[in-house]
């Protein structure tokens, strides 16, 4: 999702990149592409009016970070309110109680059925003993999809046969819920078609009965705006304490997910991204407004690179990619910075591109190699450390033996060394532009 608001951004922001200094027209010019854009996501009305107005005030109003291009001030002011149109910082679930009650609500076909399936996976891994409760008595296929989920999942449903009362079988889940040992109660609802008032007040006896921590509404994604009208609905009627979209997977626009919060007053707590029980994720605002903008979290990565990076040191390097003399020295200061930033995969993460790259979620970049490449740098003279090419067989033993490493660790370390020099030589003429990029400016 996202597919087309995401393209416009990044056109709309291209452009603004390739100008140097920032007049308040190119940023008006950039505000009318940015409304635009969310209109044709199908953003309420009133948000995008509002989320411009706040936009255009900070930037044309904005203190100079001297380390961002304006271009950059601009996009990470747009980052910032999306953040906050998504809801901020992550909301959690509210499993407190003994047993913790979930409630889930919604319209037919919403997903309600498959997320309670996916959550009670999910809250399995935080360590808690789930119980699934079948209340959606209306359509007999309703409680045996549930049995279902229960069975491939291993966790056990409570069901009632005959014409039970979803009342009536929410408040007896409890008593099964401590029997079973179980300190999760996740209840399936029932849904209709539309918005109706005996769906409503049964759901408000539901609440009555078990008093629920957590009353999400599971919506469909794909119904655009009307999910965000569904929204207002419930909230009004059982005051929810969030939404789980479902179906992001699929080709939504994604403007509902942008209002509902202003809209409703109801925060995303998961989304839902396939039909498979895995398929749940917790809802972080700012990396899906990261993902809007098309940058993985680079964004982050610029604030945290603001605070670490020495600028001086990074005029510095420039002049000397620039003079193709870059030594160990410089290397060993290289990866301080780097370190400085923090965790090395986490830092990978962030890097555009990088998230598209299978299997780098099981990365684990070895901060003991790291260590080791810092100590063998340590060991060598200063002499040794600007002119490598010193560094012979007996000089290698003493290095490995100095850092309490193996010869051949150092020889690697001095080849890939080698490579490098030579591939920012062959860069050089590009240092500028390429330190640039980085934020290092
Ligand atoms: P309920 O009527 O609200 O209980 O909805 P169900 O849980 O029965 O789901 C309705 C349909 O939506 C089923 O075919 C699900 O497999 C499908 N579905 C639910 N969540 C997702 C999702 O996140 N992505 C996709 N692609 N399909 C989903
Ligand atoms: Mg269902």
């Known amino acids: 999702m996202f597919e087309g608001l995401a393209g416009r951004l990044q056109e709309a922001f291209a452009r603004l990149k390739s100008k140097g200094k920032l007049s308040e027209a190119d940023v008006d010019e950039a505000m009318k592409e940015v409304r635009r854009a969310l209109l044709a996501a199908d953003v309420n009305f009133t948000v995008v009016r509002d989320f411009v107005a706040r936009v255009r005030e900070r930037a044309v109003g904005q203190e100079v970070m001297k380390s961002l291009t304006p271009a950059q001030q601009v996009i990470k002011i747009v980052h910032d309110e999306l953040t906050a149109l998504l809801g901020g910082k992550p909301s959690t679930l509210n499993l407190s109680g ?195 903008l098309g940058m993985g979290d680079v964004l982050t990565l610029i604030e945290k690179a603001q605070q670490t990076v020495d600028a001086e040191k990074a005029k510095q390097l420039e002049r000397q990619l620039r003079a193709g003399e870059f030594s160990l020295e410089d290397f060993l200061d290289q990866l301080r910075q780097v370190r400085k930033l923090g965790p090395l995969d986490q830092l990978l993460g962030m890097l555009p591109g990088m998230n598209k790259i299978k299997g780098l979620g099981n990365l684990q970049v070895d901060e003991r190699q790291l260590g080791r490449v810092e100590a063998i740098i340590l060991s060598m003279t200063p002499e040794e450390r600007r002119r490598p090419e010193l560094i012979d067989a007996s000089r290698r033993r003493r290095i490995a033996s100095g850092s309490g490493t193996r010869v051949e660790d150092v020889g690697r370390l001095l080849k890939q060394f080698k490579e490098m020099r030579k591939m920012m030589k062959q860069f050089s003429g590009m240092g500028k532009k390429m330190a640039r990029r980085k934020g290092f400016r």
């Open 98 to 292: 003994r047993p913790a009650v979930v409630m889930l609500v919604g319209l037919q076909g919403a997903g309600k059925t498959t997320t309670a399936g996916k959550l009670a996976q999910w809250v399995r891994k935080q360590g808690r003993r789930p119980l699934l409760v079948a209340a959606d008595v209306y359509r007999p296929a309703a409680v045996r999809q549930l049995q279902t989920l229960g069975e491939a999942l291993k966790v056990p449903v409570f069901s009632v046969d005959g014409d039970a009362d979803p009342v009536e079988i929410s408040k007896s889940s409890l008593e099964r819920a401590s029997q079973e040992g179980c300190d999760v109660v996740l209840v399936d609802t029932a849904g209709r078609l539309h918005v109706d008032d005996a769906l409503m007040e049964e759901l408000e006896r539901m609440k009555a009965a078990v008093v629920p921590g957590e009353i999400l509404l599971v919506v469909d994604a794909m119904t655009g705006q009307s999910a965000v009208e569904v929204a207002e609905a419930f909230h009004g009627r059982l005051g929810l304490t969030g939404a789980i979209f479902t179906k992001l997977d699929g080709d939504t626009k994604g403007g509902a997910a942008l209002s509902i919060l202003s809209v409703a007053g109801c925060p995303i707590k998961f989304a839902g991204v396939g039909e498979k029980l895995d398929a749940l994720e917790p809802f972080y605002p700012d990396r899906m407004a990261s993902r809007i």
